[in-house]
């Protein structure tokens, strides 16, 4: 008998950008090498800000409802009514997913149904067809969908929390990506059965890192200014990097570093604009801050392989949670800057990989006294990096064999 599992995801190709696209096409690839069939339901094209026409993935069955974006195609001089954005601005995918989804249940019976959040559309897509056909239903949060502050809007939090209730008492389980995730599910739900709630982290796909790494040999030497790199969106709520910037500031006027020398490069923030307000609060950085257009995924890999330095941002609101972004740039070997919050789960990860280049996000002298001894480190060729062993356990091929054992359990059970 095969074994199938419906898989409703917004972030997959050929949609650009986002590291949830690549946790959910590993799975999708290596699920069936480990016994189990996915077909994915996702979103029409028009639904993404941004995609290639591409097909990334032609031996996965892909099937795909019709989605608008309330912000960008439902909106009139840049407003649009709070109902056409609950639980977010792709309710409307709702609507054809659920017919869409029972279709695709008749004709090829999944043994479970599986959702990506953050997009919380999905989990209401799961939930539907769950209570519809009885399919066990497993709900993968890549990122909390309760926090502190989060969301904002009272009426978003209260459909937020009655959806991740439903996932707790419905759901087959609850795929967090950090302890501290799980941590905090517990806490909200005490009485609920823990056993429901897996542990399956982000990752790195090895296979990209080896294209990258073929298309792009490693530089045996760094002629120019030492590149510190940061690759990803910078949330200005969640990855602030005013002390950064405040801290370089310092360092450039005590002659510390050099334009000639250093060049902090700002990869896809996805918001320049502010980024370009806190520079304009220290016009002397501007000949060492470099704001990066995106690249395309390998070209961004191989981007990381080169760099001298990665810098990783994560605030204390964040300690909960480590960014996605921080399994590549282990595997890519790199010196690392973190700044991020000591208790944090990041923290821990980078603690446990034997990397101690850190510092607060939110401390100007910490971010100077680290890069300091950063860079030190670097010129040294002393700046640690994870080891081989540890790396490994952080692939995504290693992940989705913890998630095709989770099937496994679950079948087993649903079969007795």
């Known amino acids: 008998m095969v074994k199938r599992v419906l898989m409703i995801a917004y972030h997959y190709p050929p949609m650009r950008g986002g590291s949830g696209i690549h946790r959910t096409l590993a799975f999708t690839q290596y699920l069936p090498q480990l016994g189990w069939q996915p077909m994915v339901l996702s979103v029409s094209p028009n639904a993404y800000p941004d995609y290639s026409r591409a097909d990334a993935v032609p031996q996965v069955p892909v099937h795909r409802s019709f989605a608008l974006d309330a912000a960008r195609q439902l909106a009139i001089a840049g407003r649009y009514p709070s109902l056409l ?99 905090d599910l517990r806490h909200r739900f005490p009485r609920a059965d823990t056993r429901r709630i897996a542990l399956i982290e982000n990752g790195y796909d090895e296979v990209s890192f080896i294209g990258a790494e073929i298309a792009t040999p490693r530089a045996t030497s760094s002629p120019g200014p030492f590149r510190l790199l940061h690759s990803g969106v910078i949330y200005p709520s969640e990855r602030d990097p005013g002390a950064l910037f405040a801290a370089l500031a310092r360092l450039l006027a005590q002659g510390e570093i050099q334009p000639a020398s250093f060049r902090l490069v700002l990869r896809a923030s996805g918001h320049d604009a502010y980024l370009q307000g806190l520079i304009a609060r220290h016009p002397h950085l501007a000949p060492i801050i470099e704001l990066a257009p995106p690249l395309l995924y390998q070209e961004a890999l191989a981007e990381m392989l080169t760099a001298d330095g990665l810098l990783l941002l994560q605030a204390e609101n964040c300690n909960g949670q480590i960014p996605a972004k921080l399994y590549e740039y282990l595997r890519a070997r790199r010196p690392l800057l973190a700044l991020t919050h000591p208790d944090g789960d990041t923290a821990g990860l980078l603690r446990r990989a034997g990397i101690h280049t850190t510092a607060r996000l939110d401390c100007v002298d910490d971010i100077a006294t680290a890069l300091r001894h950063f860079l030190r480190l670097c010129r040294q060729q002393q700046a640690p990096t994870a080891p081989p062993a540890l790396i490994a356990r952080h692939s995504r091929a290693a992940r989705t064999r913890k998630l095709a054992a989770l099937l496994d359990r679950l079948h087993s059970k649903e079969s007795i």
């Open 85 to 183: 954005a609950q639980p977010d601005r792709w309710i409307s995918w709702w609507l054809s997913a659920v017919p869409t989804g029972l279709r695709l249940i008749r004709q090829y019976q999944p043994q479970f149904i599986w959702s990506s959040y953050p997009i919380a559309t999905a989990h209401l897509i799961g939930l539907t067809l769950h209570r519809l056909t009885g399919i066990p239903w497993i709900a993968d949060q890549r990122d909390p969908m309760i926090d502190t502050d989060y969301p904002p809007d009272p009426r978003r939090r209260r459909i937020h929390g009655w959806i991740e209730q439903q996932a707790m008492q419905r759901g087959a389980a609850v795929i967090c990506t950090t302890p501290g995730a799980v941590r």
